[in-house]
């Protein structure tokens, strides 16, 4: 049997989960994928927290993403990562920088089992600031300008590429060498309130071809969080495992404990259990109805018939259900366009679109610095996975 | 990068890689350069296993059971984990 059939009939712990800490955040970003902005009261506490982490280590889960929200507003943040470290749960953890002091920058260059991911939506303030909010671009920069003075290498400068900013990939790059990061370019997806700016954000049919042979090129100098399958027809596609590890072998564990199939898939219809229930994370990620379900052989459906079936498997999961489409059917960003005519023949129809069950954004958006454009009116922090 | 793999000398597992037993063999995960490998035969797991207690990579072939018609592809997975520092290179 082939590597990726194994995985796709899932396995007995994840590889690597996601981990949002907090929904609350100091930024809101317009695309956040868990419309973050307020911590919920039911926040796992710290000693709940430390719980899921002795489970993750008697699982053997190597390491994990933890995000949010800003996950370093946390009061016990860097307790739980001094925790995760000393029994072997690796970290890594994204964040808009707001926290990282000389001192931290110091702190995280000396640890072995602790990654960085700075996230930067635009490699100019411009083109940045618009998604990210005022003043973000100055403080990420800052972030990774103390990593680099720390001594701190090959840290992840964390990219979410959109339409705006697909024509700057060689400046990110020039960015990321000159503070010894490595890139990381993942995909934008309409989760969360990326639902409300997708149609403007996402990269056009012929900039996904562009991207794909910019990725290409790159190998494996350039991370992607396994994010891009979906262009795999392409060509041999990109590196990394290829396929969707939705509850086969990653999964999200929310704030709250909720544990969710995916990290962009913060919605009921995806959600498997809770870490606060008797078997914990252990018995929801063996036992859980979804997941069950999720590592059942899939059906093509109307994919099942293109020749490219066996290269992106009909895509993103997330992408489809947050765009209105079936999801036994094409991506939205299908290479080969199917996608956009099954949005087309749902156009202007609402009721198509999932109602969100979660959201954290804050009541009252953060002041923009220009009202007339549209999405500076929309209000923090993607998270992501890495295979 | 280009894998240098001696089978006549010493190695062993780097002390911050970790393994997870799987079906197919077993997952290995190395702490420092964040890098996750796929050792697709538990044969191959059982040679890395042992690699330490043995005084070069063949003497661990032969005591994990491997065939003289598989070591050139054993050989070739061990140069590929050399060449990405999950094993490493130790004193006889």
């Known amino acids: 049997m ?10 007995d712990a994840p590889i690597c989960l996601t981990w949002e800490l907090t929904y609350a955040c100091n ?4 695309h956040c994928l ?5 911590r919920d009261p039911r926040e796992l506490s710290t000693d709940e927290a430390k719980a899921v982490i002795d489970e993750l280590q008697a699982m053997q889960v190597f390491y994990v993403n933890i995000g949010g929200g800003e996950p370093t507003v946390r009061k016990d943040f860097w307790e739980l990562v001094e925790y995760a470290t000393a029994h ?8 808009n920088g707001s926290r990282i ?3 931290r920058a110091a702190w995280l260059a000396a640890s072995d089992y602790v990654d960085v991911q700075v996230s930067l939506d635009g490699a100019t303030a411009e083109v940045n600031d618009a998604v990210r909010g005022p003043g973000s671009y100055a403080t990420a920069i800052t972030a990774m300008q103390r990593l680099h003075d720390a001594g701190m290498r090959g840290f992840k400068l964390s990219v979410v590429v959109t339409r705006q900013n697909v024509g700057q990939l060689d400046a990110f790059e020039a960015i990321a060498q000159r503070y010894g990061a490595q890139l990381r370019i993942t995909r934008l997806r309409p989760s969360g309130r990326g639902a409300d700016v997708w149609d403007e954000l996402h990269p056009t049919a012929r900039q996904q071809r562009e991207l794909y042979d910019w990725l290409a090129h790159r190998g494996e100098q350039v991370l992607t969080g396994d994010s891009f399958f979906h262009l795999a027809p392409f060509g041999d596609g990109l590196p990394g495992l290829n396929l969707c590890g939705a509850g086969r072998v990653v999964c999200l564990i929310d704030p709250i404990g909720d544990v969710y199939a995916c990290p962009f898939a913060i919605h009921d219809e995806f959600l498997a259990g809770n870490v606060r229930e008797p078997r914990g994370f252990t018995g929801v990620w063996r036992d859980s109805e979804l997941f069950t379900e999720l590592r059942r052989p899939q059906s093509g459906g109307a994919c099942g018939s293109c020749s490219f079936y066996d290269a992106c498997r009909g895509g993103c999961m997330a992408a489809k259900f947050f ?7 094409p991506d939205p960003e299908c290479v080969l366009g199917h996608g956009e005519a099954a949005l087309a023949a749902l156009a202007g129809d609402a009721t198509a679109l999932p109602k969100s069950t979660q959201d954290h954004s804050r009541r009252t958006p953060t002041p923009r610095p220009c009202d007339d454009d549209p999405v500076a009116e929309l209000v923090s922090m993607a998270a992501r996975q890495d295979l | 990068m280009t894998p240098t793999f001696d089978r006549d000398r010493a190695w062993a597992l780097d002390e911050r890689v970790a393994l997870r037993a799987e079906s197919f063999g077993a997952l290995a995960y190395h702490f420092g350069t964040r890098r996750l490998s796929f050792l697709k035969h538990p044969l191959l797991v059982r040679v890395v296993e042992c690699l330490s207690d043995h005084d070069s990579a063949a003497a661990a072939f032969r005591a994990a059971g491997v065939g ?8 070739r997975a061990l140069a590929t984990l050399a060449g990405t520092g999950m094993i490493v290179e130790r004193a006889a």
């Open chain 1, 323 to 329: 765009t209105g489409l079936p999801l036994d059917g």
């Open chain 1, 101 to 103: 002091t000389p001192e």
């Open chain 1, 88 to 95: 072997r749960v690796g970290v890594k953890f994204s964040t």
């Open chain 1, 27 to 30: 930024l809101a970003c317009v």
């Open chain 1, 34 to 38: 868990s419309s973050s902005g307020r």
């Open chain 1, 2 to 11: 082939k590597l990726t059939d194994r995985f796709m009939e899932g396995l």
């Open chain 2, 68 to 75: 003289t018609a598989q070591e050139p592809a054993f050989e």
